[in-house]
């Protein structure tokens, strides 16, 4: 699995899983458990979630995953990159370690790799970086970073986090058909070393339909829905966290971090989604 500097240190995979709308049935916890489970044993060593998904639930089903495929000895708890986010209402300088605490409990573990601010709320930006800086001073967190940031947003961070460790990564909503992050933000983070982290890049599965794609796909030997993820993870700086459930999608979604474009293919793809020619608001799901 190829991976991405982080501005803080260490690295992080290209691909990871996503857990969004996990957690949120007790009839679908045996099921999602052991989703995360056959992605482990894949290879996927990269997964997000957060306390906003089934309010805890999600974060629950993965600490289960994982301390079964720790058990197991399926996987070494350092080759792991856990990444959480904590609700923007929750994100003050009291609020953001109390929530992390929960988060560290119901994910089973003693530090979490990445926490992100979900997105921005009405607590100062100031109060959530001293808190965050004070978490990975404690250990609780190795880094922090955002999610759903703008380049405004991320400008007006940028003074407040001073001689402390700085921001790892932004987690925004990218993909071929939502291609906004590309004019200007997507640049600025590249000139920081600071990875996007792409969430939705297969539009919740909307592009897997898309005809274009299908019959393109189709004379590359791929699915829609694996080049669609293989032309997000061809940017550089950029990783992925596609959501899924089902045997056939994980190992799809995993073969897509090896795949390569032409050039051909890749200038048929911005015909077919233009990328962006001025700025727009930063989409959001």
Known sequence: MRTLSLPAGGEMPVLGLGTWRMGEAAGRRAAEVAAVREAIAMGYRLIDTAEMYGEGGAETVLGQALAEALRAGDVRREAL???????PHNASRRGTPEACERSLKRLGLDTIDLYLLHWRGSHPLRETVDAMQALVAKGRIARWGVSNFDIDDMQELVPLIGSGPGCAANQVYLSLAERGPEFSLLPWLRERGMPLMAYSPIDQGALASDDALQALAAQLGMSAAQLALTVVLARPGVAAIPKAVRSAHLQENLAA???????ATLAELDRLHPPPRRKAPLAMI
């Not at 990159?81 to 609700?87: E, G, H, P, R, T």
């Not at 971090?257 to 050039?263: G, I, Q, R, S, Y």
Request: charged residues 30%.
């Open 81 to 87: 990159f856990i990444v959480s986010k904590v609700y």
């Open 257 to 263: 971090a090896d795949l390569k474009l032409d050039a």
